[in-house]
């Protein structure tokens, strides 16, 4: 794929990427099938057999953003007491980076960027935008006080299926097939529906959590 990175990708990465191209078909208890031969890698990505699906989506944004403007951080600390919050922070550090062909949703990526993401057996719902808008007053009372206007952090909200419960209690205005913007108060907020997305190249990094066997396997040949 033509927007990729270029460059040598950590092994953990790597990884990231080739586990995310297995998610093809899973059970109920959310244990992925696979061939014997890749399990040894199994225990960066799962805890007591559920998927790390924070942890894995992060691995692969980083990879997908590797040698670009933007550098990639997962399970960021958000707190004078240590606590890990499952999101994904990704902050422009080099304006002489790689151009990419963004992922639909991402064409306006600003200089500090926080995402959290749910999985297909994970509601985005209404609590979850409060959560991820509480991440961001947090991370820009510790980060960014100083160095960057609160206007220059912007929150995207990821979601395997369409937020229903999100839909019903608050407004979201289609501007893609799969992206959508939410206003809540005065913070514009990206919702992105991996599911819905189109089946294109520069989504493929997406699509891998679309838990679209088809979309997973053209993706498997765009990235």
């Keep these: 794929m033509g927007s990729r990175p270029i460059g040598r990708r950590p092994l953990h990465c790597q990884s990231a990427v080739f586990y995310a191209q297995g998610c093809l078909l899973f059970d109920p208890e959310e244990r992925i099938l696979m061939p014997s031969s890749t399990r040894w890698w199994q225990g960066m990505f799962m805890t007591s057999k559920r998927i790390k699906w924070h942890r894995l989506l992060g691995l692969c944004l980083m990879d997908y953003f590797k040698g670009s403007k933007y550098h990639v951080e997962t399970e960021v600390d958000l707190a004078l007491k240590r606590q890990l919050a499952d999101i994904v922070v990704i902050e422009r550090v080099n304006s002489d980076g790689a151009d990419l062909t963004l992922c639909d949703g991402?064409?306006?990526?600003?200089?500090?960027?926080?995402?959290?993401?749910?999985?297909?057996?994970?509601?985005?719902?209404?609590?979850?935008?409060?959560?991820?808008?509480?991440?961001?007053?947090?991370?820009?009372?510790?980060?960014?006080?100083?160095?960057?206007?609160?206007?220059?952090?912007?929150?995207?909200?990821?979601?395997?299926?369409?937020?229903?419960?999100?839909?019903?209690?608050?407004?979201?205005?289609?501007?893609?097939?799969?992206?959508?913007?939410?206003?809540?108060?005065?913070?514009?907020?990206?919702?992105?529906?991996?599911?819905?997305?189109?089946?294109?190249?520069?989504?493929?990094?997406?699509?891998?959590?679309?838990?679209?066997?088809?979309?997973?396997?053209?993706?498997?040949?765009?990235?």
């Design 106 to 223: 991402f064409e306006d990526l600003g200089s500090h960027n926080i995402i959290t993401y749910k999985s297909k057996w994970e509601s985005m719902n209404p609590f979850a935008i409060e959560e991820l808008i509480g991440h961001g007053v947090n991370y820009w009372k510790i980060h960014g006080s100083k160095e960057f206007r609160p206007s220059d952090l912007r929150l995207y909200a990821l979601s395997t299926r369409y937020p229903r419960k999100l839909a019903r209690s608050g407004h979201l205005e289609k501007i893609g097939e799969g992206v959508y913007n939410l206003l809540v108060m005065n913070r514009l907020i990206r919702v992105i529906v991996l599911a819905d997305l189109p089946d294109v190249a520069a989504n493929a990094i997406l699509n891998f959590f679309s838990f679209d066997p088809q979309k997973i396997n053209h993706a498997k040949e765009y990235y």
